[in-house]
């Protein structure tokens, strides 16, 4: 048996997340059916390195699974894209490693970036795929307010409700906020994420950008340990899960 690792890019708009569900198409689901494909003998599982929620993106998700027959990294990845046509799920690299890896167990940090397009004019491509916001956003300040958030603090304001994590306790390794033309980008870093985190910070510093909260708001919510203080939780859509690293 062999185990491989698989960097993963996808448009999230059509699943209700990375995980397997009864409720809908997943990606998860989609590779493990391209899997049963080429190895209908083989009960194959694809482990990602986290779950996105229904609609959100990924640039570099990574997985592995474990595969019974002779096979190389090259006829691995394009056996998969070939039965994925025609989802939106394109398997970017396949590499061989241990049994000791493992997608989920073995991260060190896993990073997100959050698109959002600042301009009064609707998107014209790409709809699903980036936050429209036509308020005109101070960066500056969203990025001050965010600073508030790096380090290791209690983040049960920006946790889901049905949050599964067994603490609400996470350390934010990086939370920056960039102007990129007519796009703010959110990027942000920690070992693990809390259910909706990125989406509910995202949403509270849209908030300090239009001039609706101070930063200090910001940090007051956070103190408050209250999901009831949540100033706004952004839609999936602007949502990219863009690397993890081992």
């Known amino acids: 048996m062999q185990r491989f690792k698989l960097t993963i890019e996808y448009d999230g708009r059509p699943y209700v997340g990375w995980q397997r569900q009864d409720n809908g198409p997943s990606v998860q689901a989609a590779i493990e059916d391209a899997c049963a494909a080429f190895a209908p003998n083989e009960d194959i599982r694809v482990i990602g390195s986290g779950r996105t929620d229904a609609g959100v993106h990924a640039l570099g998700q990574v997985a592995h699974l474990d595969l019974d027959r002779p096979m190389t990294p090259d006829a691995l990845q394009g056996a998969l894209n070939y039965h994925l046509k025609p989802e939106p799920i394109s398997i970017l690299a396949a590499e061989a490693v241990d049994a000791e890896f493992s997608a989920r167990f073995s991260a060190l940090k896993r ?6 397009l600042n301009r009064r004019a609707p998107p014209s ?3 699903g795929l980036i936050w429209h916001v036509k308020a005109p ?3 500056a300040a969203m990025h001050e307010a965010a600073q508030y958030l790096v380090g290791q603090h209690d983040f049960t304001t920006f ?13 934010m390794d990086y939370l920056t906020v960039e102007r990129v033309g007519e ?3 959110i990027h942000a870093g920690a070992r693990s994420f809390l259910h909706h985190q990125i989406r509910s910070i995202t949403g509270t510093l849209k908030l ?10 910001v940090k007051a919510a956070l103190d408050a340990q209250d999901r009831s203080r949540l100033g706004l939780n952004a839609p999936p859509d602007g949502l990219y899960f863009r690397k993890v690293e081992f």
């Not at 990073?111 to 959002?116: D, L």
């Not at 994590?165 to 350390?171: E, F, G, I, L, Q």
Request: one cysteine or more; aromatic letters at 10%; a positive charge.
């Open 111 to 116: 990073h997100y970036i959050y698109k959002i």
């Open 125 to 127: 491509f790409g709809k």
């Open 137 to 139: 956003l101070d960066h």
């Open 159 to 171: 946790r889901h409700a049905r949050c599964q994590a067994k603490s609400p306790v996470k350390t």
């Open 183 to 185: 796009e703010v980008h």
């Open 208 to 217: 300090v950008g239009e001039g609706n909260w101070s930063p200090e708001d």
